[in-house]
């Protein structure tokens, strides 16, 4: 196929508000260099870590919560720890952790045969451990991502997918399933255990829900009252209302696991349901980052507390696998262009829209859904 010199694409221009996000039509498409493959982007997810690498979110010195400046950014400019990884951010930068499409050209060392194949590309990209330990890189954040018509990914990262799916519904999974998954890995969520999943309506934790239920777990999903009947759908046992008093609600010492994606204020309360010998994981803080502990409810009940950003390469590998076999579904709620990314991404702060948001290139809009 012939491929253009140029493509539409977001710009993310600096870390603030929406206004730093550009869209431009003639934005060189990018070359594969070694070991890897240029990618027809089908669709692309929105996701938290869009949002919080725009604003810097990831640095220190921010505490409160990823939605207090998602709009309008924070009103810095930070160098320092500003991606998962913990790398500064050089701009402009495209964004965009979830992509789905076609490879249709290769780099030096790449397999040619792998023109046509339709695939999704590693979120969260597993690096041989540095001087710190585990190390990761984020598609989207420290290099280029999904948001434009083409993208370049290194080969070993990009899996192929057979689905009768759409790019559309596929480019759902990468990001959001594949965090979740890593967290119920990490934690080791076994079959006939009882979990607790806080954000439940949301992109991972939508997805959590799914792949507990997959594993055989009882589970227990914390989201607002007038999504409850999206989370049961998605094979929840129980709902808690967000604003609901846990302890009463729950009880005290009364679950296995806590899957944790808001934190904040009611995070002493997620701590106290946990069983003697309970687990939780985290990987995000919208409700905000610093939390209050007693250590001697840590110790005194031989608790458990897990971080997860690094995937292994199986996680993403097992992932595509429960995808292929129909294990878990997608949840779209809305689909935009690329030129309407400033709603897209409010849609997404204001949390209008239950499971997960998808973006297509302007000239696949028309027909994609809404």
Known sequence: MSIPETMQAILLTGYGGLDRLKVVDDHPVPVPGEGEVLIEVGAAGVNNT??????????????????????????????????????????????????CGRIVATGSKADEGRIGERVLVQSMQPQEPDENGLAIL??????????????????????????????????????????????????????????????????????????AKRRGAQVIAVASRAKHDFVAGLGADRLVDRGDDLLETVGEMAVDVVVDLVAGAQWPSLIACLRRGGRYVSAGAIGGPICELDLRTLYLHDLTLAGSTYQPRSVFENLVGYIERGEIRPVVSKVYGFSQVAEAQTDFIEKHYPGKLVMVPDRLAEGAGS
């Open 138 to 211: 984020t598609f989207g954040a420290d290099f280029d991502g999904g948001f434009a018509e083409y993208a370049v990914a290194k080969s070993d990262m990009t899996l192929s997918v057979e689905s009768p799916l759409s790019d559309v519904e596929l480019a759902s999974f990468p990001c959001a399933y594949s965090t979740a998954e890593n967290m119920l890995e990490r934690i080791g969520l076994g079959e006939g255990e009882t979990v607790l999943i806080t954000g439940a309506s949301g992109g991972v934790g939508s997805a959590a829900v799914q792949l």
């Open 50 to 99: 869009d949002i919080n690498t725009r604003t810097g979110w990831y640095a220190q010195s921010v505490t409160g919560g990823t939605g207090e400046g998602a709009a309008d950014g924070y009103g810095y400019v930070d160098t320092g720890k500003s991606s998962w990884s913990g790398a500064a951010l050089t701009f402009p930068r495209i964004q965009g952790a979830d992509v």
